[in-house]
């Protein structure tokens, strides 16, 4: 069976929701889950220090550019989870 275009963009976007949702039989998920886990503690650690060291710069950057990406992709996929289809 062939997809169109927008039948293969509406199948990865549903693949993507599964992942970025909590679904505890789902090991992709689990691992996005304990990865954004893992993000926030790791994002934290510059605010616990009065040191300007430019690690923590580089940490701040990566973990919001993480933040970010988290979420457009809960945006774009927010039609799966409202279950309005596009109006969502």
């Known amino acids: ?4 275009h927008d039948q293969s963009s509406q199948c990865l976007l549903h693949k993507i929701y ?3 949702e909590v679904h505890e039989n789902y ?6 889950s304990y990865f954004m886990i893992a993000t926030v503690f790791i994002s ?3 605010l616990f220090t009065r040191n ?5 710069h580089i940490i701040e950057s990566v973990t919001v550019t993480i933040f ?3 979420y457009v992709l809960r945006w774009i996929t927010c039609q799966y ?4 289809g596009m109006k969502s």
Request: glycine letters at 4%; hydrophobic letters at 40%; a positive charge.
């Open 1 to 4: 069976m062939k997809y169109s």
């Open 18 to 20: 599964n992942i970025i």
């Open 27 to 32: 090991k992709p998920s689990q691992v996005y």
């Open 44 to 46: 934290l650690i510059p």
């Open 52 to 56: 300007e060291i430019d690690l923590f």
């Open 68 to 70: 970010i990406g988290d």
């Open 81 to 84: 989870k409202i279950k309005k």
